[in-house]
């Protein structure tokens, strides 16, 4: 089988000459058709400028310096802005956390949602109107004919939520890519939501590419985690082996710093040292060192590779069995 | 039994919706008829979902806001009704921190001038006893020393809340109130403030009332808790009692919503709410009534007064009832 989209030694750089920081560093991971895939990372880990770069969109100040991009193996890098626009909204959809500002303040839901499958379907109005009013009654809308008709500002955040994903799937999009979907919602809102996306994914059989910080999300969602640290993947594994046994020190660091639902306030929570390192020149070695508690007598410092050890699972590090970190 | 630090006596607040043409004009009831007591040295949690009136308590509670009916005591004295004058008096004994670090906090000001500026303006102590009390707070919430002459631009996000902690601190307050402190911040430094915020509270005696609506940190940073729903409380009590027992078909809806990356809940049985947040008919009725799954024709008019069940107080038990282990709701 073909990957569906595969990164390939991704590298993104922001500013120029001195002040250059490579925010992504050499990251490569596949996502494979019908697999919902969480990439999960801390602000700066450089999980939300990938996504951004598979669409095409990264800010002006950032640009790919090296790596490659295939979807059904095609480069996207290296693809003419009209091939790109083929795909973009057709093959490969996209929902952003930023619900207020993702859509169109001044036209109609019912605008909005037909603008993209007239111009990438060639649907007439009304056909495309009827699709719309179709998706939206599938991602949960009552009355979506009224809902057709309203402006965002009308309607609550899980309501624009689910308008974003109905959009995005007009076209039956081989790829969605979900970049913090439920960070704006309220607890129960986001479970909602949570059910939509992965009924949604089954029915379709769709894949997902489901960028977050909370490792929670990733448990509910995704099949297979990816956790960025510092611009680098450090650890790759079905979600299950992630959260059983999690091998790298960084992502056992974030498990146990996260109070547990069920965690009272007898057992100390385990902090981690120190912030996020900054990305500028050359960086050797593990990036996590300076913050890991297993830092004094690892045999993986100076040689940080990303390294097979179990079947699917990848890691820079190998600390499975280790006991638990204390506070 | 000791006496409680804080008190609030069926607080109520209404506020006018504005834009409407009617001649009384609409209201909106943000918190209503809600009391809760907190105890020395302890911290109460308040959790619940945007809107749900959380964040106008605590500005009551700091005399922000007065309250349209009920009353509010501190160490036994009536504050909400205090003048301006008495206020700002009583003001060194309770402080608040708020979730923004970025913008409660002068870009122009060097955070020692921050940290001096309460101190001052209380007139608690001269210049050389303002500086050394200065140095002491930054020790305490973990800063070096080098950083007192930095803009709070040049700190990151968990450092200025350090800085808003330690400026709450500066008065030697004993009620801390803290609207959502760590959720702007990472999951790594989430931790760091919740430990320090503890620490302090063991070392000073601190009492906190804790907004939050990250479960997890609520139940590891209080004794108590106060659910709250469409401005009332619907269930309150020791939070283990509260999150590892709920009652109220509300808590447990919020905690099976709650995304986790334990292994063993993930498949647990779940509430689920139907729909969004919307008003119940009749004036007394349960107000989870429009999307409770286990509503009944008695929700009508009984869902509203608190009510003793196993060690809680809480609008409707039906959790209880049901049973929580054989476990109500649907696996996700």
């Not at chain 1, 970049?179 to 009924?199: H, Y």
Request: glycine share 8%.
């Amino acid at each position: 089988m073909e990957p569906l989209l595969q990164i390939d030694n991704l590298e993104i750089t922001f500013g120029r000459g001195k002040d250059a920081s490579r925010a992504v560093d050499g990251v490569s991971f596949c996502v494979w058709p019908g697999e919902v895939l969480g990439v999960v990372g801390e602000s700066g880990s450089g999980k939300s400028v990938t996504a951004l770069s598979v669409m095409g969109l990264l800010s002006r100040q950032g640009r790919v310096t090296g790596g490659k991009i295939l979807f059904q193996g095609k480069d996207l890098l290296t693809m003419t802005p009209e091939t790109l626009d083929t795909l973009r909204g057709v093959e490969i959809g996209m929902i952003f956390q930023d619900i207020m500002y993702s859509l169109n303040p001044v036209l109609t839901i019912g605008k909005q949602m037909t603008e993209g499958m007239r111009r990438h379907l060639r649907m007439d109005a009304a056909a495309a109107s009827a699709r719309a009013v179709e998706l939206l009654t599938r991602t949960g809308i009552r009355d979506a004919a009224q809902v057709m008709k309203k402006y965002p500002h009308q309607l609550s955040g899980g309501m624009r939520q689910r308008v974003m994903i109905a959009m995005a799937l007009a076209c039956r999009p081989k790829l969605l890519i979900a970049d913090e979907p439920t960070t704006a919602l309220d607890v129960t809102i986001q479970m909602q939501i949570m059910q939509l996306l992965r009924g949604l994914q089954r029915e379709t059989g769709m894949a997902i590419l489901l960028i977050t910080h909370d490792l929670g999300i990733v448990a509910e969602l995704a099949d297979r985690a990816v956790v960025m640290y510092a611009g680098q993947c450090v650890e790759e594994a079905p979600v299950h082996e992630l959260l059983t046994d999690p091998a790298h020190a960084y992502t056992r660091a974030l498990m146990q710093a996260v109070p547990g639902l069920h965690d009272s306030r007898e057992k100390r929570l385990y902090s981690i040292p120190g912030r996020v390192p900054e990305l500028y020149g050359d960086i050797r070695g593990c990036r996590f060192a300076e913050r890991c508690a297993y830092a004094a007598d690892c045999a993986y410092k100076n040689d940080a590779a990303m390294r097979q050890i179990a079947g699917k699972h990848y890691s820079r590090c190998d600390l499975r069995g280790e006991a638990t970190l204390l506070g | 039994m000791a006496e409680p630090v804080l008190e609030l006596r069926n607080v109520s607040r209404r506020y006018r919706v504005s834009g409407e043409k009617s001649l009384f004009g609409k209201t909106f009831d943000a918190v209503r008829d809600v009391s809760l007591k907190v105890m020395p040295g302890e911290t109460f949690g308040i959790v619940g979902e945007s809107g749900c009136g959380k964040t106008t308590l605590a500005r009551m509670i700091m005399c922000l806001e007065r309250p349209s009916s009920g009353e509010i005591w501190l160490h036994g004295r009536r504050i909400d009704n205090l003048s301006e004058s008495a206020r700002r008096a009583l003001r060194p004994r309770f402080q608040m921190v708020f979730q923004d670090s970025g913008s409660s906090l002068n870009p122009r000001k060097r955070v020692e001038d921050i940290l001096r500026e309460p101190m001052l303006y209380h007139h608690v102590g001269d210049a050389k006893q303002v500086d050394g009390r200065v140095d002491a707070l930054m020790d305490m919430v973990g800063l070096p020393l080098e950083m007192k002459k930095r803009y709070p631009h040049e700190f990151s996000g968990g450092q200025r809340q350090r800085v808003c902690i330690a400026r709450a601190l500066s008065l030697n307050p004993d009620v801390l109130v803290l609207d959502e402190p760590v959720s702007a911040l990472d999951v790594s430094v989430q931790a760091q403030i919740l430990n320090l915020l503890r620490d302090l509270q063991e070392k000073m005696g601190l009492t906190y009332v804790f907004i939050g609506h990250g479960l997890g940190a609520v139940h590891y940073m209080s004794h108590q808790i106060a659910v709250m729903y469409m401005g009332r409380v619907v269930e309150t009590g020791p939070s283990d009692t509260l999150f590892n027992r709920p009652a109220h078909p509300y808590t447990k809806a919020l905690l099976d919503a709650a995304p986790t990356a334990d292994d063993t809940l993930r498949n647990r049985k779940r509430v689920e709410l139907s729909g969004e947040i919307e008003e119940a008919d009749g004036e007394a009725s349960c107000p989870l009534l429009p999307r409770c799954p286990f509503s009944r024709e008695n929700c009508r008019h009984d869902g509203l007064t608190l009510k003793e069940a196993d060690g809680r107080m809480t609008a409707c038990a039906r959790i209880l009832e049901l049973d929580g282990k054989q476990a109500c709701g649907s696996t996700f």
